[in-house]
């Protein structure tokens, strides 16, 4: 019986709380976790996917927090005062308002190489050879993004896209999805990005909504939304609660 | 018949030269392609190991590639502002210098990136395991080094040797070096970060020549010479031209 996405994100919460940061990443184990607030919305969706295929939650969880790391890690160096200058996040000082520029930037790096360790606890590198790809998506987006006059869509697309992608492909393939399966997961996996950019553009008041207007984004959520359902039935496996998940993406309110 | 060190860097820089950085990473070309400079000790070194076991360059120049590129993302991190504070390197600007801060550093996460795309291609994950671990430690090593007040032996330890473990390490594992087969070559790498750094202290007349002096200094980089040079005559292996570098590595004057 898969779990609902609140049980999910407890074990979700638990994992990442246990992550130990010791050994040579014990002068960052503050900073580290500091920065891993957050919904938990890709790890909840790479758990979920693992479930529907079957696969123990315990199995999965490497690769869930992983995606998690490589969320936090983009945060932390997008916040830095060269990049958006973010003094706050969640309420909270951001990485660099706490703790400095210098320890900020290292945190950075080192929740990425956290992450690819986590990736790399597999007897498959799949899963941490997708999760690479999707951040240097992440990276190249930002840079995009940095430089100014880019198509909306392509940034999202690589700015939240492919870690939303990596979230479902990693949960599928730390589950031992075979390569002859992926097809329907990516194709499920590609509604994600741009479901959960437009419902934040509209919550945030940015993006898509100062291009089209907050009516057309709804449209825009709403729709990805239905494709993403309309894949997730073509998928032959326990899909339930990942629908309970997506139809919660068009839903959510913050 | 093994290739002289001249040989393997002529093959280091020509596939470094070729490596596309384009897709996602195209808005990040420049100044990763300009980060890339150096005298390629680390992925000499890996190109050597991998010969010394019966390999071809071309198995092995990936490996040796991602090794450099976690070298250059240290230092692209190290010279920005909040960190060493650096505008020159190798007689050019910086990547911060010359393209700004928020580009360098993103320019590191993307090299950090792309040298774990290059450790991933291999069949096993060992070398993209050891390529981590060895990230992970610089990480730490950097922030230990920032809060300052730390021995200079764990600081060199982390901070340069273990990326020279990795270089011998990944080397050998992108070469087919079994579990069973690994002790004498972590033996042999584990002299070579202590040499390297000694001499580049000499060298810039810092660490330990201010901690004890140059005389001093140029004793322990001959000692670990000679421990490095024993531990290769303990392995089963051509490993003439490792020796070669080694006391390349003891004589060196830049």
């Known amino acids: 019986m898969p779990q609902d996405p609140d049980a999910l994100r407890e074990l979700v919460e638990a994992f990442l709380g246990e992550l130990p940061f010791d050994g040579v990443l014990e002068p960052l184990a503050a900073p580290m976790r500091h920065s891993l607030g957050g919904k938990r919305v890709r790890p909840v969706l790479a758990l979920a996917v693992g479930e529907a295929l079957g696969a123990d939650t315990a199995t999965v969880l490497p ?56 990736a790399l606890t597999y007897d498959t590198p799949a899963v941490a050879r997708e999760l690479v790809d999707a951040t240097l998506a992440m990276i190249g987006g930002q840079q995009l993004d940095l430089e100014g006059g880019h ?29 002859s399966e992926e097809a329907p997961w990516r194709a499920f996996a590609g509604e994600l990005g ?61």
């Not at 690769?63 to 200058?85: G, I, Q, R, T």
């Not at 999202?156 to 589950?175: I, N, Q, S, W, Y």
């Not at 339930?240 to 998940?245: P, Q, R």
């Open 63 to 118: 690769a869930a927090a992983a995606v998690e790391l490589v969320h936090s890690f983009s945060l932390v160096h997008d916040d830095l005062p060269s990049l958006d200058n973010d003094t706050e996040r969640r309420g909270r000082p951001t990485v660099w308002a706490a703790h400095g520029e210098a320890t900020a930037i290292l945190t950075g790096d080192a929740l990425l190489g956290e992450a690819m360790r986590l």
């Open 151 to 179: 198509d909306l869509h392509r940034l999202h697309e690589l700015k939240t896209g492919a870690l939303f992608r990596a979230a479902v492909m990693c949960g599928g393939l730390a589950a031992g999805l075979g390569v």
């Open 194 to 254: 741009v479901l959960f950019q437009a419902v934040d553009d509209i919550l945030d008041g940015d993006g898509f909504v100062l291009e089209v207007g907050a009516d057309e984004t709804r449209k825009v959520a709403e729709s990805a939304g239905e494709r993403a359902q309309a894949r997730l039935a073509e998928i032959d496996a326990d899909t339930s609660v990942l629908a309970t998940i997506v139809a919660g993406l068009v839903a959510r309110t913050h």
